[in-house]
């Protein structure tokens, strides 16, 4: 079992940043791919980012590649996600996940373990 928890979440102004971590513990011995997804009010939730377990491979939606960036400290079991240049669209509860698939995995349904999310909002 791996336990996820979020944080770094607010309010913000378009154009604005913020930085939202994930803290791991539990079986974090496991190598593990880490996800962030977001869900915005009465839409589904949709993938955002993901990072391999060496962090040598990131993949990006694209309504977010070039502002934000996933990274992933394993030493610390922490893993971030920088987020620029933010949009209202950008508003949503944002989720950290985890999972033994490999780079580029979009499908929330690979991802085995998931945070309790961290709310978002961006003015405009």
């Known amino acids: 079992q791996v336990q996820l928890v979020e944080s770094g979440g607010g309010l913000v102004q378009a154009g604005g940043s913020l930085r939202l971590s994930c803290a791991a513990s539990g079986r974090t011995s496991s190598r593990y791919t880490m996800g962030w997804f977001r869900q915005a009010p009465g839409k589904e939730r949709e993938f955002v980012a993901d990072?391999?377990?060496?962090?040598?491979?990131?993949y990006y939606a694209d309504s977010v590649k070039g502002r934000f960036t996933i990274s992933r400290d394993n030493a610390k079991n922490t893993g971030h996600l920088q987020m620029n240049s933010l949009k209202p669209e950008d508003t949503a509860v944002y989720y950290c996940a985890a999972g033994p698939g490999g780079p580029f995995t979009t499908d929330q349904t690979m991802y085995d373990y998931w945070g309790q999310g961290t709310q978002v909002t961006v003015s405009s």
């Open positions: 990072i391999n377990w060496s962090g040598s491979s990131t």
